[in-house]
């Protein structure tokens, strides 16, 4: 019978939660903001990951690595003044931040591709 109990409050936890979460439930524009940016901080999160890796796998062709710092860089400013144009030509709508974040998202994720594919050691 204790075990039952437990049973019920872990179950009952568990869904608690997962109506916590704006990505499960996004029941108005907060919580799909919300759960735009958690999404866009994880490809974000990857990225940088998945840079520092191919940073690291250059380490000793110096020439290679500092143009990909230097592409890196420019990477970064299309990807802000794509993103802002997203952001500019939906100015009035509600979804205005939720299309924003999902650009960032977007080019995070293939630009990660993009140097996992180039500079990465393929296995």
Same mark, same amino acid.
């Given at each position: 019978?204790?075990?039952? +109990? !437990?049973?019920? !409050?872990?179950?009952?936890?568990?869904?608690?939660?997962?109506?916590?979460?704006?990505? !499960? &439930?996004?029941?108005?524009?907060?919580?799909?903001?919300?759960?735009?940016?958690?999404?866009?901080?994880?490809?974000?999160? +990857?990225?940088?990951? &998945?840079?520092? @890796?191919?940073?690291?796998?250059?380490?000793?062709? +110096?020439?290679?690595?500092?143009?990909?710092?230097?592409?890196?860089?420019? *990477?970064?400013?299309?990807?802000? &003044?794509?993103?802002? @144009? !997203?952001?500019?030509?939906? @100015?009035?709508?509600?979804?205005?931040?939720?299309?924003?974040? +999902?650009?960032?998202?977007?080019? @995070?994720?293939?630009? &990660?591709?993009?140097?996992?594919? *180039?500079?990465?050691?393929?296995?």
């Amino acid at each position: 019978m204790r075990w039952c +109990g !437990v049973a019920l !409050v872990l179950v009952a936890a568990t869904a608690s939660a997962a109506e916590d979460d704006p990505c !499960v &439930t996004q029941r108005n524009t907060i919580e799909m903001n919300e759960c735009a940016r958690r999404q866009m901080q994880s490809a974000e999160d +990857g990225l940088n990951a &998945t840079y520092r @890796a191919a940073m690291a796998a250059l380490d000793k062709q +110096g020439d290679i690595k500092k143009q990909l710092i230097q592409a890196q860089r420019h *990477w970064i400013k299309f990807r802000d &003044t794509n993103c802002n @144009a !997203v952001l500019a030509k939906n @100015a009035d709508g509600s979804l205005r931040t939720v299309l924003y974040l +999902g650009c960032m998202k977007q080019l @995070a994720e293939e630009r &990660t591709q993009q140097l996992r594919l *180039w500079f990465l050691p393929q296995h």
